[in-house]
């Protein structure tokens, strides 16, 4: 596993940082220093919410190498409520079915871990379902 | 620019090729294209592959390939851009020869797939999607699909049994092509019954793995002096580039590369999507046939499975597509699925395609798609009278 590359990530992994354009203030994440709404140059942190809701969903059974351990999981693109889509796992569903524009946020898991000698664990984010407000 | 005509095809069937290794299989379709052009050698080869590192241990497959055809000193390199990488080699091969650069040019489509455990060719096909925020997270390529599919049939209203359309008729098809991986044909209940792989896609929306080689010959079409009645020619070419994150797309559900490449090929040839007469699409997913006929004129946004339903994609239809099997049936051995495209259409052209004959097709269009949309390249090719 190439341990520079997920290092390099720490920031969006663990903080949802992207970057916020100067010129259009459009949102961005990930982080691409190009606006994709005004091609601007684009290199101002952001920092998400963690909130938004999912756009569509899917139930993986049989995890890719790496995700052998998690399957089966449901993995989502998340709609932030600050306008992108992210491409994340969603957890703590504890049976509860997942429906598209359910609300959800993002918390700190451990994502994928290394068989390899080096035994590295990669955390970063996943999404779980927001709770119902207390009356 | 010249005119550029594909005067020989070649191909072999995709399958799991135990006795037969890259090489053999790239060498039987280069010296099929050549016998069916009447040439001994050309000026240059391109080969489109995109797994051969991780799955054959072996890059370099200009040269490689050129050695073992006995074109050892000829110019020859190998392109990639995922499942796209077949018609990209096309594109460049077109684009040498139009341009003056290269006399005459031999394309090869070739991935062996099948020498490499399921898990490992799983992994190597995840490299088309981006690894830092798609791959790093769990998504397969089959997730990635169905996280489209799940959206458009909300948002459109459609139910999975819909999509079946697609896969029976890639498959009718399929049974008619002696190169098809699957020649059993498909019925609606079997699309149905089909096992889920990750919901809503199940088996029979996807396209199988294979081993298998195409390729194909191009010359000017001013170095012909014979009689043109019944030759084949480009007459256009697109390729266009999205992102390669569904996710960082302005809408996922709409293929814009494949309308970008596609506006560029129809705009070449002069002519709209009213004059296409059949449509190699590239049907990895009975959800992909459906974006790029809406990417492409053929249907409104989200109508593209009434198309299927109203049974205008067969060979009598409207706008005949997977008219040798598509990806579904004939297989996706992915480098090699744009030039299988690219021979299927030239076999349709010519009047060859024995049991799925589009009747006097005259214009022949494929679409290849590489990623989940993210590098798509688009041919027309026309018969001349
Ligand atoms: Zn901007």
């Known amino acids: ?14 903080a949802l940082v992207g970057e916020v354009c100067p010129h259009c203030e459009g949102k961005i994440f990930p982080p691409r220093d190009v606006c994709p709404h005004c091609s601007g140059e684009a290199k101002t942190p952001y920092a998400f919410s963690g909130r938004g809701e999912v756009y569509s969903y899917t139930r993986i059974s ?6 052998e351990e998690s399957a089966p999981y449901t993995i989502a693109l998340v709609k932030l409520e600050e306008g992108p889509l992210v491409t994340a796992q969603l957890t703590d569903l504890g049976g509860q079915p997942v429906d598209i524009g359910m609300p959800v946020e993002m918390v700190t898991r451990r994502i994928r871990s290394d068989g390899d000698e080096r035994g590295m664990i990669v955390y970063g984010y996943k999404f779980r379902p927001v709770m119902a407000a207390q009356a | 620019m010249r005119e550029v005509a594909v005067i020989g095809i070649g191909q072999t069937k995709v399958d799991e ?8 299989l790239a060498g039987e379709a280069v010296f099929a294209a050549l016998a069916d052009a009447g ?4 000026s240059a080869m391109y080969v489109g592959n995109m797994l051969s590192g991780p799955a054959n241990k072996q890059q370099h497959l200009g040269a490689f390939i050129a050695d073992w055809v006995g074109m050892r000193y000829t110019e020859s390199m190998r392109i990639e851009s995922a499942c796209s990488s077949g018609s990209a080699a096309f594109r460049t091969g077109l684009m040498a020869v139009a341009s003056g650069a290269v006399d005459s040019a031999v394309v090869v489509g070739v991935e062996k797939m099948i020498d490499s455990p399921g898990d490992e060719v799983t992994a190597a096909l995840a490299t088309a999607a981006d690894a830092d925020w798609e791959v790093d997270q769990g998504v397969s390529f ?17 139910k999975h ?5 697609f896969s029976v008729n890639a498959h009718t098809n399929g049974k008619q092509n ?3 991986r699957f020649q059993e044909g498909l019925t609606v209940e079997g699309y149905a019954k089909a096992g889920m792989i990750a919901d809503p896609i199940n088996l029979m929306d996807a396209s199988p793995m294979g081993d298998g080689a195409a390729a194909a010959v191009m010359v000017p079409l001013d170095s012909l002096n014979k009689n043109r009645n019944g030759l084949i020619t480009v007459v256009g070419s697109g390729s266009a580039t999205d992102s390669l994150a569904v996710h960082s797309r302005t809408d996922p559900l709409w293929l814009t590369a494949a309308e970008k490449s596609v506006k560029m090929a129809y705009a070449q040839a002069g002519i709209g999507p009213e004059q296409i007469d059949l449509f190699e699409a590239h049907d990895a997913f009975t959800i992909m046939a459906a974006l790029s006929l809406e990417a492409c004129g053929f249907a409104e946004r989200g109508r593209a499975p009434q198309l299927a339903l109203d049974g205008e994609i067969t060979p009598k239809g409207r706008i005949p597509i997977a008219t040798r099997g598509g990806l579904k049936a004939r297989g996706h051995p992915v480098g090699a699925t744009g030039m299988y495209q690219i ?5 349709q052209l010519r009047g060859e395609a024995h049991g799925s004959q589009v009747e006097n097709a005259q214009y022949g269009m494929a679409q290849n798609i590489g990623g989940s949309g993210s590098n798509i390249v688009t041919h027309i090719l026309k018969r001349l009278n």
């Open chain 2, 39 to 42: 040439r001994e050698s050309v």
């Open chain 2, 17 to 24: 090729h135990w006795d037969k290794s890259l090489r053999e």
């Open chain 2, 343 to 347: 021979v299927e259409v030239v076999q």
């Open chain 1, 62 to 67: 049989d995890g890719p190498a790496g995700f």
């Open chain 2, 178 to 180: 002696p190169y098809a």
């Open chain 2, 142 to 158: 089959v997730a990635l699909n169905a996280l489209i599919m799940r959206r458009y049939i909300l948002e459109y209203g459609w």
């Open chain 1, 1 to 14: 596993m190439e341990i520079p590359r997920h290092w390099r990530l720490k920031q969006q992994r663990y």
């Open chain 2, 161 to 165: 049994a819909d999509f079946g359309a």
